[in-house]
Each structure stands twice: as structure tokens, then as C-alpha cells.
């Protein structure tokens, strides 16, 4: 059957994370989470992993953007741009302050049945990630997080609590965000957010960030498959950050080289949404003589507990070349990077590419045959205000059109079974890589900076009404 227009229930919308946007870091019971524990950094400086709340520090998630308080605005900000869905975590510090608690904390969890009640009440269905790099710190203190396999129990403990308490307002849900981030696994930040680890103070780095994804894959089918007890009608995705990884020519090795790498972060969408390891990933670890833990029943818990799709974000496109060092595993690049000259890079060197995100989407379908969901995609970028103080973001524009024309022609051409898009940062909030204010992706301009300053205040950028005219006219107008 061809398909001429995009599909009247596709889900328009937005996405954050609870961290990086709620605040009231200490409000409402809650403990405190890793990202409470994380100074501000920026281009260039890296995020510090504190011991605890420090003196001295600055910790821009402590407030964020206010969102615990001010969520009615901003979800009816969200309303009037015609949102049909937002995606939001929940932080299980509020929910579970230790996370080795035996009962839920009631009034983190009224929070949430606020915040839904006020959602549906205009419309909007809420997705909502599990797990969104905001693990309770005292796990990774007491338990040396996700590497100790009592956290699959916690974790499994806290999903179960709101996937029956929301079974009858949320439908679609995400195991891990961006779970694979934690294959470069040399970059500190990307272990400790995913999984409270910091892989390169253990003595096999790559053998704990195995292990570390064997515990989150049992945890995730596990919650996956009582998910669907609780209630049949839940869609239960898993969560990869997607960088296509380019040959940088068409010299076979470069080819080759592309298709490892790659394979090094499929492995993750792989296991969640085929239920078992892949071969390249099994003889890598009998090559490189790897013992990951296992128990008996983990096999068939994986295979009994698969994902209902892919939600992936989608930022920028990489390029490698074999035989270089290249620039190697950093933020925005992987063994053997290299600038690819074709495209352009934002300010903070995330190469643009909006064919790249059409690709991603025939290539992830083609593997597994699922439906896909893009949760994230978007420009970080530093806005001026104009004289009258209106913030004309044509840039932003210009990057989400034309990752949209291309999202379009995934659906429309190639055929390609999409459930939705969500901006990322549809309001402004705190980076997760730099933990700025000034890093900015929002339609909604918050109006807070990295030296401290602002009021909260709320506005609409240029964005606003042109998102507003995309989501009218499903898609027509962009
Ligand atoms: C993804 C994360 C988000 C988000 C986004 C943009 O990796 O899932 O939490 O923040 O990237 O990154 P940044 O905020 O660093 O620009």
C-alpha cells in the first residue's frame, strides 16, 4: 500500500529529560541523583563528577528550568503549538530517594500523576523514559551502580511501581535512553550518566561496560515483559542514540571498518529488540578473553522480554577512516573519526546531516522490521535576542526543516513505519554534555543563563509558531 500523507495519528511533539529540566532537586522527598552531583561545564570544559554536593560547585540541575513548579505553563505552551504527545522521564529519586527503598516516596509520585492528569487533560500523551542518565547517587556510592546486579533489582523494583500506578495514562514507554552512549566507554561522562560507572577506573574498561549493558538488557526484558502483563496495550521501546558511521571513502577497509564500528553500537538494539547477542559481539569477547557474568535464566529472559520498537535520537552523522588515529572516542566522535567535508558542524562540532537521519531510518528499519520512533533530534545553539527582545531562530528552523523533509521522505518514499518526532529540548534546558544554560534548543525560550542570571521567565521564539504551522498541517508546511 502506498502512502501519500504523513499518518493522521502521528505523534507530533516534544522531549526532555526530568533532570534536566524539573529543578527541586531536594523538593518532594527526593534523593539525590547523579546529575545533582555534576557541575556546569562548557564547550571544551568537561562536567565534574563530585562526591557528593560540594562547596565551591555549580550544579545547574539543582534547578534547571524550574519545570516542577512551572509545568502547567509550559504545558500549555506545549498544547498550543498542537502537541500530541510529550516525552519526559521520570526521576527515580524521586520516586525512590536511595533507590534501595522498599516503598515508593507518595508525593514524587502524586507529582507525576499531576503532571500526566494535566498532560491528557489537554490532549497530549505522555512517553516517558525509565532510565534518563538520573540514577540515585547513593547506588553508585553503596553498590558501584549497574556493575553490581543488585541495581536490576532496584531498577526493576521502581519500574514496576509507576508502570502499574500510570498503567492507565501513559502507553508508551523507553527502557534506557540512549543506552549505547556507554560504548565509548573512554569518555567518562557517557558511563557514569548511562549506568553510574566510570568504566576507565577498573582495570578491563570494555569487559565492565559489557557487563554493565548485560545487567540493563536483563533489567529492561524483564521490565519489558511485566510491562505487558501490567497491560497488554503498553508499547515498550528501547532508546539508541543513532550516529550512522560513514566509510570516509569507498576503499574497502574503510568500508569494513564503518560496518565494526557499527556493529559496536547495534549490539544494544540488537539484544532488546532480538532477544539474544549477536555472534560478532559473542566471538569479540571470546577473542579478546571477556567473561561477562550470567545467570542461568538469563537467556530466556532476554528473549521473552523484547522491545515493541526502536526510539532513537538523532542529532549528526560520522565519518571514519581505517588506519588513522582520526580524532578518536570523544563527545561527538568515534575511533578513527575524521571531519567529513561534505557536511557542516554546529558550534559545538555536531555535524549536520539531515540525509543522514533518512538513512538511519531506512537502514534501522531494514534490520529489524519494527516500528521507529525518533524521541530526539534538534540544534544546540546560542540565541540572540533581537532589539525587541524576540528571539528569530531561523537557523533552527532551517536544521529541523530539513531533517523533517527528509523524515518525510523515509515515510513516504522508502516506506518506513515511523510512530512520531519529538524535538529535543522543545523548551530550553540544561545540557546533558556541557550541563549550559546557553547551549539552547527550545521553541520556548527560558529565559536563564550560565552566569546565574535570568528570571524564568517564559517566551516564544520564532520556532513556536512555525512548529505550531508543521504540526496543523501534519507535516504538509515546513
Ligand atoms: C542526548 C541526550 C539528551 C540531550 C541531548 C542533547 O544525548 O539524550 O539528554 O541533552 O543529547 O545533548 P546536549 O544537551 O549535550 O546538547
Redesign the pocket.
Known amino acids: 500500500m502506498t502512502q501519500q500523507q504523513f499518518p493522521q495519528d502521528f505523534l507530533w511533539g516534544g522531549a526532555v ?1 526530568a533532570h ?1 529540566v524539573e529543578g527541586g532537586w531536594d523538593q518532594g522527598g527526593k534523593g539525590i541523583s547523579i546529575c545533582d552531583v555534576l557541575s556546569g561545564g562548557s564547550h571544551g570544559v568537561d562536567r565534574v563528577m563530585t562526591d557528593g554536593v560540594q562547596p565551591g560547585y555549580s550544579y545547574p540541575n539543582h534547578e534547571a528550568v524550574d519545570f516542577y513548579h512551572r509545568y502547567k505553563e509550559d504545558v500549555a505552551l506545549f498544547a498550543e503549538m498542537g502537541f500530541k504527545c510529550f516525552r519526559t522521564s521520570i526521576a527515580w529519586t524521586r520516586i525512590f530517594p536511595n533507590g534501595d527503598e522498599l516503598e515508593p516516596n507518595e508525593a514524587g509520585l502524586q507529582f507525576y500523576d499531576d503532571l500526566f492528569d494535566e498532560l491528557l487533560k489537554h490532549g497530549i500523551e505522555p512517553v516517558i523514559t525509565l532510565s ?2 538520573e540514577m540515585p547517587w547513593h547506588l553508585v556510592k553503596q553498590y558501584g551502580g549497574w556493575l553490581n546486579r543488585k541495581v536490576v533489582d532496584f531498577f526493576v523494583r521502581f519500574s514496576e511501581v509507576v508502570l502499574r500506578r500510570y498503567q492507565h495514562k501513559v502507553k508508551y514507554w523507553m527502557t534506557f ?2 543506552i549505547n ?1 556507554q560504548r565509548t566507554w573512554n569518555y567518562p561522562l557517557f558511563g557514569y550518566c548511562c549506568s553510574g560507572v566510570v568504566f576507565t577506573d577498573h582495570e578491563k574498561p570494555e569487559q565492565a561496560m559489557y557487563q554493565v549493558m548485560h545487567h540493563q538488557f536483563v533489567a529492561s526484558a524483564k521490565l519489558v515483559e511485566l510491562g505487558h502483563r501490567i497491560n497488554p496495550d503498553f508499547q515498550i521501546g528501547c532508546m539508541i ?1 543513532m550516529v550512522p558511521i560513514y566509510p570516509f571513502s569507498c576503499h574497502p577497509d574503510d568500508v569494513m571498518f564503518a560496518q565494526e564500528a557499527m556493529h559496536r553500537r547495534y549490539v544494544f538494539s540488537d539484544v532488546q529488540m532480538r532477544g539474544y547477542y549477536p555472534a560478532y559481539t559473542l566471538n569479540e569477547w571470546a577473542r579478546k578473553g571477556y567473561h561477562i557474568e550470567m545467570e542461568a535464566e538469563d537467556e530466556a529472559t532476554l528473549r521473552n522480554g523484547c522491545c515493541d520498537y526502536i526510539g532513537f ?1 538523532y ?1 549528526m552523522s560520522n565519518a571514519v577512516q581505517a588506519n588513522t588515529k582520526g580524532e578518536g572516542d570523544s ?1 561527538t566522535g568515534f575511533e578513527g573519526s575524521v571531519p567529513n567535508p561534505h557536511v557542516k558542524a554546529s558550534d ?1 562540532g555536531w555535524q549536520i546531516d539531515p540525509v543522514g537521519l533518512r538513512y538511519s531510518l531506512n537502514i534501522l528499519y531494514e534490520r529489524y522490521q519494527k516500528p521507529l520512533f525518533i524521541v ?1 533530534n ?1 540544534f ?1 545553539a546560542i540565541d540572540k535576542p533581537n532589539a525587541d527582545g524576540f528571539i528569530e531562530d531561523d537557523y533552527r528552523i532551517d536544521y529541523l526543516s530539513a531533517h523533517i523533509e527528509q523524515m518525510k521522505k523515509a515515510v513516504l518514499e522508502d516506506g518506513v513505519d515511523l510512530m512520531g518526532y519529538t524535538p ?2 522543545c523548551i530550553d ?6 550541563g549550559q544554560y546557553n ?1 539552547r ?1 527550545g521553541f520556548i525560550h527560558v529565559d536563564k543563563n550560565d552566569d546565574g542570571t535570568g528570571t524564568m521567565a517564559r517566551s516564544k521564539k520564532k520556532s513556536f509558531a512555525w512548529y505550531q504551522q508543521v504540526i496543523a498541517s501534519n507535516g504538509e508546511q515546513l
Open positions: 529529560a534536566q534518563h542518565f535512553n540512549e552512549n542514540a535520537s542529532y563527545i559545538w530526539e534538534g544546540g529535543w529540548g534546558c540544561v545540557s546533558f554534555t556541557t547551549k534548543y
